[in-house]
Every structure is written in C-alpha cells, then in structure tokens.
C-alpha cells in the first residue's frame, strides 16, 4: 500500500535540507522565544514595577540594555566561547557566528562528543556530538536568550544605586569571563559537561551563577540611600503580577527547549516546571499567613521564581512526585534564608541585594542542582545525559557519586563568580565609578535619565505640595463638606505626602 507524503512535508527544496526536522526547528525558535519574552518584556516590566516609582525607569532600562547588548557580543565573539570548539577544560574558542554558511549549516556542539573512561571500551564514543536537526541560526538565537536574561537576573541584586555607565561595561565584560565559562563547562562540552554533572536547563549555569555574581556586584557597588532601603513600595503591584506572569509562562521555553527537540524529555520539562512553580508559590504564600498573619503577593511571586528555578536544573530528569517534593522545599528553604537567616546575619544586611537574588536564585538554584543528584531518574537521565547510566541518589547504585558531582559542580560555579565578578568590578571602579553619585541618588531617574515613569497631576506636571493642597482644601470646601476639626494644613486641612 503505497502511501503520499504531503508535500508540505517532504524536504525537497534547499530551504529545506534532508537533515531539517521541521518540527524541531519551530518548537526551538518558539522555545527561544518564549525565554525571550521572559526577559522582554517580563523583566523589563516586572523590574520597572516592584522598585520605588523614582527608579523603575533606571530599573527596566537597565535590563532592555542587557537584552540588546548581549545579542551583539554573543555573535560577534560569546557563541563559540560558550559553545564552540574546545580552548580549555572550561573555555571554548572565541570567534564570530555570522557567517551565512555556518549558521545554514545543521547546528553542532562539536566539543560534546564524550568518549568511555573506563573499563574495556576506553577511548571509543560513549555518547556522539550533539547535532540538532536545524540550522545553527536556531541555536545561536537559542543559547542568546539564556545569557541574556542572566545579565539581567544579576541586574536585580543592583536596583536602585549602580552608576549605569558602570552596567554598561559590566555586561560584555561579565559575559565573557563569568558567562560562557559556566556555559562552556557545564553545557558546551567542557570538564564538568563531560564528568556528567547535571544541569538540564541553567540551575548552575544561569540562577547560581547570577545569584552569586549579582550579591558580589552588590557588596563592591555599596547600598543604597539609607531612605530607600528602609522604604522601597513597589509602585504598581499589578504590573509586577504581569511580569511574573509572562516569566512563568515563558519558562516552559527555558526548560522544554533544552533537550534540543520536541520529545517527550521536553514535555515532561514542562509539566515538572509548573507543577514545582505552583507548589513552591503555595508553600512559601502558607509559610507568610502562618508567621506574618497575611498573605503577601510579593511574597507569591518570590515563591514562584524559586520554584522555577529550582525545578531547572532537573527538569527533565525528575519524575512528578520529584518535581512537588522540589516544590515544598524550594518554596522553604529560601524563605527561611530570606526571612530568617538574612535578619539574623550582619553580613547579609550589609550586602544591599536589592530584590533578593542571592536567596532567590542562589540558594534556590543550588538547592535544585543537590535534589537533582539525588532524584534523577535513570531512564529519563537516559534520554538526556551524555554520561550512560546516570541516576540520583535515591535510585542507589552509582547514585551516590552523582549527588557529589552537583556538590563539586556547585562549588566551582560559586567560586568562579566570586573571583571573576570581584576583577570585573575593581577594574570597572578604575574607570567609572561604581554607584550613582548621592545627588542623583536623591532624585533617581529623573537626574539619571532626563525621564520619569508617570505624570503625576497633569500632563508632565510634577507635584507641588502647596499648590496642589490649596486645590484640594477649595474643592473639598465648595462641595460642602466641613473641614473644622481638621488638623495640620491651611484652614484645618490635612497635609499630603506623597512617596515618590
């Protein structure tokens, strides 16, 4: 019985190679996409709306910039750094990816082949270089998006006070040193890629690594005001929730993308990220009512991305059960550290992590990378991991070994960061300085940008307390209403404070 492919479906133009998967190619750029969108505009949103209204311009340009920057470093030089062939154990080979026959070409990871070790089959290939069925343009684009937002994730611990010519030389820099080092080593086929340290989606390489560089970043650019940091509302909580929102969603690209193809490793990614993300916000919300009496919806949202972050590391390894377990502790141990532990230090106050970064990606990403060692299952590890016969802890056998691997892996993700991000900052301090100067502190965007995120009464009008008070006194008294026992203002009326 003879059957007719759809010619839609047949590769039979050279548009469409022999080696093209269709499928794959869409679902990936859709997945970069989405992770994309996570960054922009989510947290171009989501930080423009959880600071004081004087920084959320400074603030969600801050990562618009990070966005843009990255993208040119990363073909220009960053790509093959990260996921070329192989310089060092931990480093690839800088060089530009914009060249039309390579990006044509069927995308490769050529330092990923990972040879036997041991044993009889020593030297001979274990497990064939990674070679996606689409084009590197795809990958390219794919991987971008992943530095990108850890640039801007980093952005999160400097809200609020970093001089942003000082931002402006930190991101190409830290990308280049700190970034595809992780990548490169953890993903690209370097020493710990090639160990089997598993890291299915970024829990080490994008949430540790920014949650350590951006506290260093904190510590050498100093705090800010004493005022802003006793006082620091978010200026639209509902716009903070659609920022949050567009993150959740978009992290079914983050974590589904990363098998490299639309297979059930990606589905089961996806499932496994929102069921953590919901159970984490739920845990962390129960822990708020139990000890503060409310629930808070920034609090929510902190448990949301701890769970999202902690669930990316094992993402498409962990079965269901595994993915709620995450979720209860992912949604308390961070709290802990940020409720508890982060009061009670001298150290951790001292440090001005503006949004919480270090207990929000930091401890969430490397408690993920540890429950990872513990909970991957051997089968799904089989669909994913170069290194045969990977399994956690809890299934026993060789288990144990690979809860050490996620310890070592986790120390020297921690220790590059501290030692790059210090270098990077003393050398940028030499050149500009580090933090806003206290006068533009003071005003915030305004001084630093020539712009403000709303017009307050009238258009472009800035509020002025003696004009506006007298207004409000004549209004309130031609409808009528008695102002004698009143106190405080002109004529009895009450004086008015608005927080900017």
């Known amino acids: 019985m003879s059957t007719t492919v759809p010619s839609g479906y047949v590769n039979n133009i050279s548009s469409t190679p022999d080696w093209l998967n269709k499928g794959d190619n869409a679902w990936q750029m859709t997945a970069a996409t989405l992770v994309g969108i996570q960054s922009m505009p989510g947290l171009v949103i989501l930080y423009g709306s959880i600071v004081k209204k004087k920084w959320a311009v400074n603030s969600a340009f801050m990562a618009l910039y990070a966005f843009a920057a990255v993208l040119i470093c990363w073909v220009i030089w960053g790509y093959k750094m990260a996921f ?24 490769a990871l050529p330092a990923t082949t990972h040879y036997f070790k041991h044993g009889a089959h020593k030297g001979e290939i274990e497990t064939a270089e990674a070679m ?15 530095a990108a937002i850890t640039l801007i994730l980093i952005a999160g611990s400097l809200l609020g006070r970093m001089n942003i010519k000082a931002w ?31 890291d299915y989606s970024g829990g080490y390489v994008i949430h540790l690594s920014s949650g350590i560089a951006g506290f260093t970043a904190a510590y050498w650019v100093g705090p800010r005001l004493t005022k802003d940091r006793e006082r620091f509302p978010p200026n639209n909580v509902l716009l903070t929730l659609g920022g949050a929102g567009l993150l959740w969603l978009g992290w079914a690209g983050f974590n589904g993308g990363d098998p490299y193809a639309a297979n059930i490793d990606s589905s089961m990614a996806v499932l496994n990220t929102n069921v953590c ?29 701890t769970g999202l972050v902690c669930i990316t590391p094992g993402a498409g ?33 001292q440090v001005d992590d503006t949004l919480g970064v270090f207990h929000t990606h930091a401890v969430a990403g490397s408690l993920g990378g540890l429950l990872t060692g513990l909970f991957a299952e051997p089968t799904l590890s089989s669909f994913f991991l170069p290194v045969t016969n990977s399994r956690g802890a809890v299934y026993g056998k060789n288990g144990g070994a690979q809860f050490g691997k996620q310890i ?17 900052c003393l050398v940028i301090s030499i050149i500009v300085p580090l933090r806003m100067p206290n006068e533009q502190l003071l005003i915030g965007d305004d001084a630093v940008h020539g ?23 004549e209004e309130t ?3 009528g209403v008695p102002l004698e026992g009143k106190v405080g203002g002109p004529n009895g009326s009450r004086p008015v404070t608005v927080e900017l």
């Not at 996606?132 to 992943?146: G, H, I």
């Not at 700190?178 to 080593?185: N, R």
Request: overall charge positive.
């Open 132 to 146: 996606p069925l689409y084009p590197m343009a795809t990958m390219v684009y794919f991987q971008f998006v992943f």
């Open 408 to 424: 070592v892996g986790a120390f020297f993700v921690v220790g590059w960061n501290l030692v790059v991000t210090t270098i990077i």
């Open 84 to 107: 070329g062939k192989k310089l060092l154990p931990l480093w690839g080979k800088a060089g530009p990816a914009l060249g039309q026959k390579y990006l044509v070409a069927q995308a």
């Open 451 to 473: 712009e403000e995120a709303y017009a307050l009464w009238g258009d472009g009008e800035k509020y002025d307390q003696s004009k506006h008070d007298w207004a409000m006194m």
């Open 477 to 479: 008294f031609q409808q």
């Open 277 to 305: 993300a919901a159970t984490s916000l739920l845990v962390w919300t129960t822990l708020d009512v139990i000890f503060f009496g409310k629930p808070s919806v920034i609090g929510a949202v902190q448990g949301m991305i």
């Open 317 to 349: 390894v962990v079965q269901g059960w595994a993915a709620i377990v995450m979720g209860c502790l992912s949604g308390s141990v961070p709290w802990f550290t940020m409720m508890v532990v982060h009061k009670r230090s001298k150290f951790l106050q």
């Open 168 to 198: 402006m030389l930190f991101v190409p820099l830290w990308l280049t040193f700190s970034y595809t080092v992780g990548a490169f080593s953890l993903w690209g086929g370097g020493f710990l890629y090639q160990w089997g340290v598993i």
